[in-house]
Nanobody, 125 residues
């Protein structure tokens, strides 16, 4: 069975840094989209970063210049380096994958992303 396992969530101070990791097991697709999403209590789930390859990564506007994602096909992982963290970044962060399409469309996450991790909590204060 397929598992996406996230790690790295923690409580950090404002302005601090944190790196999240997601490892996929039981599945590997070098032409499929993997992405990070986040959801804060009472808020809608939103995409953070998404990529099919490490060469082309899309970021949501609020994290551009602060977050950097890395898609490592060899290790079958997707990481997210987060810098200059703000209280607004506080959320449960989820790793997800679209196993069917060869592109990322995070707007359709509810229908396109079939694989999800359990989430890792990031708290910035």
């Amino acid at each position: 069975h397929v598992q996406l396992v996230e790690s790295g969530g923690d409580s950090v101070q404002i302005g601090g840094s944190l790196t999240l990791s997601c490892e996929a097991t039981g599945w590997k697709c070098d032409t499929c989209c993997m992405a990070w999403f986040r959801q804060a209590p009472g808020k809608e789930r939103e995409p953070v970063a998404a990529a099919v390859t490490d060469g082309v990564i899309s970021y949501t506007h609020s994290v551009k210049g602060r977050f950097t994602a890395f898609r490592d096909h060899a290790k079958n992982t997707l990481s997210l380096q987060m810098n200059s963290l703000e209280p607004e970044d506080t959320a449960m962060y989820y790793c997800a994958a679209d196993p069917r399409r060869g592109y990322c469309d995070t707007r359709k996450w509810s229908t396109d992303f079939g694989y999800w991790g359990q989430g890792t909590q990031v708290t910035v204060s």
